[in-house]
C-alpha cells in the first residue's frame, strides 16, 4: 500500500510540472516587420506608428543586441554576412560584433490606440524563419499584426558584454554580464 502512495504522489507531481511547462503564456497584439516600407505598405498601419516604431528599434539595436568577441563566432549564431561591427568595443579596446537587425516589432498600445515599443529582431541561423528579440525571445513568423507572447514585448535589456561560442541559443557559454 506504502508502494502505491508513493506512487501516485510521484505521478500527481509530474502531472503537475507538465502542465506547469506546456500551458501557454498570454498573448498580447503586436506588429511585426522587416522593414519601415513594408510596415509603410500595410494599409492597415498608421504611417507615424510605423516611422516611431521603426525609429526606436533602430536607436535600440545597438544598446540591446547580443555581442560576440569574434565576427566568426556571431556567424556562427546568426548566419554568414549576418553580423556587423558593434559600435561599442570591449574594456580592452578590441571590436564586438552583433547581428543585423532582421525586422521590429511593436506592441499594441493600451486601449487599442496604436502600437508602441518598437524593438530590433534578429533571426538565428539554426531557425532563420522565426524572428527572435534582442533577449532571445520569439515574436513568431508572421509579418504584419500578430499575436505574440506578452513577455515577448517587454523592452530588451542592454547587453555591455560580449558572447562566446554562440550565446543567442544554447551552443555554447556566454561570459560577462548584462546591464540594464
Request: proline letters at 4%; aromatic letters at 8%; charged letters at 20%.
Given at each position: 500500500?506504502?508502494?502505491?502512495t508513493?506512487?501516485?504522489v510521484?505521478?500527481?507531481?509530474a502531472?503537475?510540472?507538465?502542465?506547469?511547462?506546456?500551458?501557454?503564456?498570454?498573448?498580447?497584439?503586436?506588429?511585426?516587420y522587416?522593414?519601415?516600407?513594408?510596415?509603410?505598405?500595410?494599409?492597415?498601419?498608421?504611417?507615424?506608428?510605423c516611422?516611431?516604431?521603426?525609429?526606436?528599434?533602430?536607436?535600440?539595436?545597438?544598446?540591446?543586441a547580443?555581442?560576440?568577441?569574434?565576427?566568426?563566432?556571431?556567424e556562427?549564431?546568426?548566419?554568414?554576412?549576418?553580423?556587423?561591427?558593434?559600435?561599442?568595443?570591449?574594456?580592452?579596446?578590441s571590436?564586438?560584433?552583433?547581428?543585423?537587425?532582421?525586422?521590429?516589432?511593436?506592441g499594441?498600445?493600451?486601449?487599442?490606440?496604436?502600437?508602441?515599443?518598437?524593438?530590433?529582431?534578429?533571426?538565428?541561423?539554426?531557425?532563420?524563419g522565426?524572428?527572435?528579440?534582442a533577449?532571445?525571445?520569439?515574436?513568431?513568423?508572421?509579418?504584419?499584426?500578430?499575436?505574440?507572447?506578452?513577455?515577448?514585448?517587454?523592452?530588451?535589456?542592454?547587453?555591455?558584454?560580449?558572447?562566446s561560442?554562440?550565446?543567442?541559443?544554447?551552443?555554447?557559454?556566454?561570459f560577462?554580464?548584462?546591464?540594464?
Amino acid at each position: 500500500m506504502k508502494n502505491l502512495t508513493s506512487i501516485s504522489v510521484v505521478a500527481l507531481v509530474a502531472a503537475g510540472a507538465l502542465w506547469f511547462t506546456t500551458r501557454e503564456e498570454p498573448k498580447t497584439d503586436a506588429a511585426v516587420y522587416e522593414s519601415l516600407q513594408q510596415c509603410l505598405a500595410d494599409v492597415n498601419m498608421v504611417r507615424s506608428d510605423c516611422e516611431k516604431n521603426y525609429a526606436a528599434a533602430k536607436q535600440q539595436h545597438a544598446s540591446v543586441a547580443p555581442k560576440f568577441a569574434t565576427q566568426r563566432e556571431c556567424e556562427e549564431e546568426f548566419g554568414a554576412a549576418r553580423c556587423e561591427k558593434a559600435p561599442q568595443t570591449t574594456s580592452t579596446g578590441s571590436s564586438m560584433f552583433m547581428p543585423l537587425m532582421m525586422g521590429y516589432m511593436m506592441g499594441s498600445v493600451i486601449g487599442g490606440r496604436g502600437y508602441g515599443n518598437g524593438q530590433p529582431l534578429y533571426r538565428t541561423r539554426a531557425n532563420p524563419g522565426t524572428f527572435r528579440t534582442a533577449d532571445n525571445k520569439s515574436a513568431g513568423r508572421t509579418v504584419g499584426r500578430t499575436k505574440v507572447a506578452k513577455s515577448s514585448t517587454t523592452r530588451p535589456t542592454a547587453k555591455s558584454s560580449t558572447r562566446s561560442r554562440g550565446g543567442f541559443g544554447s551552443l555554447g557559454r556566454r561570459f560577462g554580464s548584462a546591464a540594464t
